[in-house]
């Protein structure tokens, strides 16, 4: 990750550049320029701290082979003897449930199938103690995740296991959900079914005390994936 701590330090020069031009008001100051990568972990920065403010957990911003490793990390640290996945939106699932396997944790993989099956496979996933899907999107201003839903990657991923892990691509990560609606677009909208989901499941009991874990998972842990190219 020696490019981020790169790209985060140039921003900052940049910006003191900025300040010590602005001790002249009466100058025109230029626009300092950002690039795409700099935009991108703002957000995904901005993303992590609201996140953590409604309870979710922020694993951090890792390429793809520190991806498989923190999956396995992390299903130790939870004791989850087994994991539910599904399909990704551009993630390998399968080499991650290869990786927990060959780790010795029993795999529940989510695939279509008949009206008469679903309860059957809707048990195996709310059996299993960790339950990873991968976002379409992430709301920065929110620290909300959206997973739209289909029989590859059903909603029970996210909300039976009481343990949910969430991933992200960085350049999935919008400012608010404004934006994740104009990527969708009006047919994208229509045609699918949309999860969104912000921190971990809680409820306030009759004397008005928070309760993690009661309609959903206890624990919401989420990993922006930087890409292969970068």
């Known amino acids: ?14 910006l003191g550049t900025g300040a010590r031009n602005n001790s002249h008001p009466a100058d025109t100051i230029a626009a300092v320029p950002v690039s795409p990568s700099a935009l991108r972990t703002e957000l995904a920065s901005a993303f992590a701290r609201e996140l953590e403010e409604v309870g979710g957990k922020f694993l951090g911003i890792l390429s793809p082979a520190e991806v498989t490793n923190r999956i396995v990390s992390l299903a130790g ?112 909208i229509a045609a699918n079914r949309m999860t969104l989901i912000t921190g971990p499941s809680r409820t306030a009991d009759i004397e008005k005390r928070i309760v993690l874990g009661v309609h959903g998972p206890k624990s919401l842990h989420v990993i922006v994936m930087w890409p292969r190219d970068d």
């Open 1 to 14: 990750m020696a490019e981020l701590h790169k790209i985060i330090a140039s921003v900052k020069d940049a």
């Open 77 to 188: 640290e939870l004791g989850a003897e087994t994991v539910a996945l599904g399909q990704g939106v551009a993630i390998d699932m399968d080499a991650i449930g290869e990786a927990l396997e060959r780790a010795d944790f029993r795999i529940v993989r989510t695939l279509p199938v008949a009206d008469i099956e679903r309860p059957a496979m809707r048990s195996r996933v709310a059996e299993a103690g960790l339950g990873i899907a991968e976002a379409d999107f992430a709301i920065a201003s929110t620290g909300t995740l959206a997973v739209v839903s289909n029989a590859n990657r059903p909603a029970s991923l996210t909300l039976l296991p009481p343990a949910s892990l969430v991933i992200v691509q960085i350049d999935r990560v919008m400012l608010n959900l404004a934006a994740v609606l104009a990527e969708m677009g009006p047919s994208g």
